[in-house]
């Protein structure tokens, strides 16, 4: 199984920005689907944003317009661009390959350490 790593999260005032990456080990062409997740202190991890294999996007109510997600296959890194930021978008990020667009079907790695994002007022 291959291997994910995020980075690119930090501190930031609210209003600011900030973009993410993912460093995929394995060929990202493989997978039709890239997705980036978050997860805040005592709440699930949830899917903010995901990608297909033809540039379709589809995002979280919560973050659409502010956010952007784009994949590089030849560089097997997908990206998370995060403009507008809120103190509510304060959480891990982590990326991944999903199974299918339903949380039950899973992802296709174990996941990666992810990486802070925090918004502050």
């Known amino acids: 199984q291959g291997q994910l790593v995020e980075s690119g999260g930090g501190l930031v005032q609210a209003g600011g920005s900030l973009r993410l990456s993912c460093a995929v080990s394995?060929?990202?062409?493989?997978?039709?689907?890239w997705g980036w997740f978050r997860q805040a202190p005592g709440n699930q991890r949830e899917m903010v944003a995901h990608?297909?294999?033809?540039?379709?996007?589809n995002y979280a109510d919560s973050v659409k317009g502010r956010f952007t997600i784009s994949r590089d296959d030849a560089r097997n890194t997908v990206y998370l661009q995060l403009n507008s930021l809120e103190p509510e978008d304060t959480a891990v990020y982590y990326c991944?390959?999903?199974?299918?667009?339903?949380?039950?079907?899973?992802?296709?790695?174990?996941w990666g350490q992810g990486t802070q994002v925090t918004v502050s007022t």
């Open positions: 990608v297909d294999k033809v540039g379709t996007t």
């Open positions: 991944n390959s999903p199974r299918g667009l339903t949380a039950d079907q899973g992802v296709w790695f174990s």
């Open positions: 394995r060929s990202t062409n493989r997978f039709k689907y």
